[in-house]
């Protein structure tokens, strides 16, 4: 990959990315052995010790209507290079996937501006790969030797990368609803009860469906509810 800049070490290839944001072009992808400063949504610290993939792309998309379905496509991509190595991975909406309900990889989308203004959006994807003992940090984790599969890291990032510029063109255009049908049939907690919490506020209800532009429709006991953001706990 001609446009693969490799660490053993950094803060975090997030921050690496945002820092230098007009010295890339389209596309760069900064990946480290290590991070000291990882971290995941709402800055919660990510563990990125050796053993796991890290690795931020930079994108900067000439269409803008569907930034926020980048990590579902992200997720998705993550998904179908597991079931590559005969894993059978499931989302958690919106971005987390999960394999036999423990948190394998995920997922740090954020919008930036550079100084022409023109929008550019840095994707932080961390997969847990040869680590054993996982921490428990807001939820359960597992790696790929810890369900039995092995893999380069190199190969799995280029299957990743490959599912996630095949459709990438097509998503500016057309939205979550291109990538809907393969995100629902991945999707574990459709019609269960969940909880969803946002800050300090938590809805209950059952996960009715993933809308066509990629939010959650919660059935609650009064109404259906349309979730932007949140934390899903099952």
């Known amino acids: 990959m001609e446009n693969l800049l490799y660490f053993e070490e950094l803060d975090s290839t997030q921050t690496y990315l945002k820092q230098r944001i007009n010295q890339f072009n389209h596309g760069t992808i900064v990946c480290a052995e290590r991070q000291t400063a990882g971290r995941g949504r709402y800055d919660r610290k990510w563990i990125s010790n050796p053993g ?13 209507n569907f930034l926020s379905n980048l990590t579902q496509l992200m997720a998705l ?21 999960q394999v036999n309900g423990q948190k394998i990889c995920g997922i740090l989308s954020e919008a930036v501006f550079s100084d022409s203004s023109n929008a550019a959006v840095i994707l932080g994807v961390g997969i847990n790969i040869s ?37 990438y063109d097509n998503l500016l255009i057309r939205g979550f609803e291109m990538i809907r049908p393969e995100y629902l049939r991945r999707f574990a907690t459709l019609g269960k009860q969940i909880s969803v919490r946002n800050g300090t506020q938590t809805t209950v209800g059952i ?14 006991e009064t109404l259906l509810k349309e979730i932007y953001i949140g934390d899903v706990i099952i």
Do not use: H, M
């Not at 597991?82 to 996937?97: A, R, Y």
């Not at 939820?139 to 990743?160: F, H, I, N, W, Y």
């Not at 996960?207 to 609650?220: I, K, M, N, Q």
């Open 77 to 97: 991509s993550v998904c179908q290079a597991l079931e590559d190595l005969n894993i059978s991975p499931s989302l958690k909406w919106p971005n987390d996937v």
């Open 52 to 64: 796991g993939l890290y690795f931020s792309v930079l994108l900067k998309p000439v269409k803008t």
């Open 207 to 220: 996960a009715e469906d993933v809308s066509p532009r990629g939010t959650l429709l919660l059935r609650t």
């Open 131 to 167: 680590q054993e003992g996982l921490e428990k940090i807001d939820q359960p984790a597992t790696s790929l030797k810890e369900q039995g599969a092995q893999t380069d890291k190199r190969v799995l990032l280029c299957k990743v990368l490959n599912y996630f510029w095949k459709d």
